[in-house]
C-alpha cells in the first residue's frame, strides 16, 4: 500500500480510515466540499486512492498502486471513490454494525430511516435537513457494539433526478456536483447551515418505501419484526461471531418501529414530525 503524504485528504468512518491523494485542485476542492464531515483519520488505513490529472479533461485513478480508470471525467472519479470507499469501510468494521440508513436529529432524538437504495431514505433526509432537523447521513449509519449512539457517513446527500425539488431553488454556485444522469451532489449545509450532527441516541426507527400512487401507509413493528427487517439492512454481518444480532436486537428494542409506505412526501413528512415530536 502507498504512503500518504501530508497534503493528503483522510476519510474516516467507524473506525476505519482510507487516504485520498490528488495534487488536482479541483479533485481536492470536490473532496473538502462533499466528505467535509468525514475527513479525519481513524484506526487502520485501508486504501490510497490516487487521482491524477491528465492533459485535457480527465483524470486517472488508481488504488494502492494498482490503475483502475483511466482517462474519466472528475464526476465519474468521484462516483467510483464514493462507491467503492464505503463498500471497503463498510466491509472491514468490526467494532460498528454499518445499516443501510439515513439518520437525522431532533431535539436530541435520532431517526433513523433504513432501506436500501429506492427505498426514498435520501430524498426524506434532505427534506427534513431543509427543514431545520440535523443531518447525519442519507446512506449508512454506525452503531457500536456495546453502544447506543449512533454515527453516519457525513457525506453530501446523493439525491436522483427525480428528487430536483428539494435542492433546485437553492443559490449553491459551483458546490452542487452534477453527474451524468441527473443526480446531484448536495452539501448537507447548503439545505440547513447548522445541519451537521456526529452521533445521537435513536429514538423512532422507520422503514420507509415510497409507492407512486400509494396512500400513506403506517405500521408499528415488534421488536421482533423489526429484528427482521433490521438484519436484511446490516452490511457487515459477517464480521461478527453472532451475526450482529444482538446489537441489533438491542437497537430494536430501545427504539419505537414503525414501516411506511408513501408516494406524497409532505404528508410522509407531516406524520414523522408529529411521531418524532411525541415525548
Not at 10 to 27: D, E, K, L, Y
Not at 37 to 60: E, P
Not at 70 to 90: G, K, T
Request: proline fraction near 4%.
Amino acid at each position: 500500500m502507498s504512503i500518504c503524504s501530508s497534503s493528503d485528504r483522510f476519510i474516516h468512518f467507524a473506525g476505519n480510515t482510507i487516504c485520498v491523494s490528488s495534487t488536482c485542485p479541483q479533485v481536492c476542492r470536490a473532496i473538502e466540499t462533499h466528505f467535509a464531515h468525514c475527513l479525519g483519520k481513524t484506526g487502520s488505513l485501508l486504501a490510497t486512492y490516487k487521482i491524477t490529472a491528465i492533459d485535457g479533461s480527465g483524470v486517472s485513478v488508481s488504488v494502492n498502486s494498482s490503475d483502475l480508470l483511466l482517462n474519466v471525467s472528475l464526476a465519474q472519479a468521484l462516483q467510483f471513490l464514493m462507491q467503492d470507499s464505503l463498500i471497503r469501510l463498510n466491509g472491514a468494521s468490526v467494532t460498528h454494525l454499518i445499516f443501510h440508513a439515513a439518520a437525522l436529529g431532533y431535539r436530541e432524538r435520532g431517526v433513523i430511516l433504513c432501506g436500501k437504495s429506492g427505498s426514498g431514505k435520501s430524498t426524506l433526509a434532505a427534506w427534513f435537513t431543509a427543514a431545520g432537523m440535523q443531518y447525519l447521513t442519507d446512506e449508512v449509519i454506525s452503531l457500536p457494539l456495546d453502544g447506543e449512539e449512533i454515527s453516519g457517513f457525513c457525506r453530501s446527500v446523493i439525491l436522483k433526478q427525480g428528487s430536483a425539488f428539494v435542492w433546485r431553488n437553492l443559490a449553491a454556485g459551483n458546490n452542487i456536483l452534477h453527474l451524468d444522469d441527473g443526480s446531484a451532489w448536495v452539501p448537507p449545509t447548503l439545505l440547513n447551515p447548522a445541519a451537521v450532527c456526529a452521533s445521537i441516541t435513536p429514538r423512532i426507527l422507520l422503514f420507509p418505501q415510497y409507492t407512486a400512487g400509494a396512500p400513506l401507509r403506517v405500521q408499528r413493528l415488534t421488536p421482533a419484526e423489526a429484528l427482521f427487517q433490521l438484519m436484511q439492512c446490516l452490511v457487515n454481518a459477517r464480521n461478527f461471531t453472532d451475526g450482529g444480532m444482538s446489537a441489533a436486537a438491542r437497537l430494536a428494542r430501545q427504539v419505537a418501529v414503525y414501516s411506511l409506505t408513501y408516494s406524497d412526501i409532505e404528508s410522509a413528512a407531516q406524520w414523522i414530525t408529529r411521531t418524532v415530536s411525541n415525548p
